[in-house]
């Protein structure tokens, strides 16, 4: 019992990290490259990638620009593919410049989404070798980290997890993804989770009243209160697949994850799955990242209504 008990606690904290590990995905830091990936953000991508690829043909690649440049290619890149050839560039051609480690993250990232756990921890520890003190040594370890649990690894993921905790400095939100992933680590080492019990229960059942021989008169039962209507948290998703191949599904979520977002799987008609993303508040802040989720998973994502 207290084995499946250990289980269940496992995997429901894999299921959470998994959720709240967003995606930080370094955007660049130069006004005219911001000016190319607000292009894309706002829905206007293959002009983006013209400004961009225009820019690029007007530097040297000895120009100091020209790693953040390529970089920002790879940011606004159409397709997964093209992302990555464009940031391999920068971490081997560029792997002295300040934007390699950034490289090496997001393509960890873009592993994770494919799938290639191997990679995403070969990634990661070459950046902890080769960039020990950069400061995206906390977001290099949370992901390192999911991977490395993927592939039961726990304490290549718990060393991890503990270093990017030294490092994480003032980063309040990444901290609490780090400590929170990090509650893996007692789980696997052997730590049971004892289940959460209300605080009346904990001192042992009530004791009995005396027995009465008197007849009482029962007081009256109040009718049961009627249940809160439920307000849905996240009325907005954004529908990216219907699919009904299980390794297909499971692969467009994990791209999903990977761009920062929760995936859901609601059942549709004839086997089909509806892969989607989420949660927005407002169909505007869903359809403000439409571009984004179609450079992460590909197809033509739209916004829908959750169930």
């Not at 971490?91 to 494919?114: F, H, I, M, T």
């Not at 980063?171 to 400590?179: G, K, S, Y």
């Not at 289940?195 to 009346?200: F, I, L, N, R, W």
Request: hydrophobic share 45%; glycine share 6%.
């Amino acid at each position: 019992m207290m084995r499946r008990i250990l289980v269940l606690a496992t995997l429901a904290l894999a299921a959470m990290a998994g959720a709240l590990a967003a995606q930080v995905s370094f955007p660049p830091t130069t006004p005219r490259f911001q000016d190319v990936v607000r292009l894309a953000q706002d829905g206007y991508g293959d002009s983006a990638r013209i400004v961009i690829a225009r820019m690029l043909s007007r530097m040297t690649k000895t120009d100091t620009a020209f790693p953040e440049a390529l970089y920002t290619a790879g940011y606004v890149a159409r397709t997964g593919d093209s992302t990555s050839a464009l940031l391999k560039r920068v971490a081997v051609e560029y792997s002295s410049s300040p934007w390699a480690d950034k490289a090496q993250v997001r393509l960890a990232q873009l592993a994770y989404g494919n799938g290639d756990m191997a990679d995403v921890i070969a990634r990661v520890t070459r950046l902890f070798a080769d960039y020990p003190g950069s400061p995206v040594i906390p977001t290099a370890a949370l992901w390192g980290a999911r991977a490395a649990f993927e592939q039961q690894k726990m304490q290549q993921a718990c060393d991890w997890l503990t270093r990017g905790l030294a490092l994480v400095g003032d980063d309040l939100e990444l901290r609490n993804q780090l400590q929170f992933t990090r509650q893996r680590c007692a789980v696997g080492s052997g730590v049971q989770m004892a289940p959460v019990v209300p605080e009346t229960l904990r001192a042992g059942p009530p004791p009995r009243p005396a027995p009465d021989t008197a007849k009482r008169v029962p007081a009256p039962v109040p009718p049961p209160a009627a249940p809160p209507a439920r307000t849905p948290a996240s009325p907005w998703r954004i529908q990216v697949a219907a699919i009904k191949d299980k390794a297909v599904i499971r692969r467009v979520a994990q791209k999903i994850e990977a761009a920062g977002f929760t995936a859901y799987q609601v059942p549709g008609p004839g086997g089909v799955t509806r892969v989607q993303a989420g949660p927005f508040a407002t169909r505007a802040a869903a359809a403000a990242q439409l571009a984004k989720l179609k450079r992460a998973a590909g197809g033509s994502p739209f916004v829908t209504p959750a169930p």
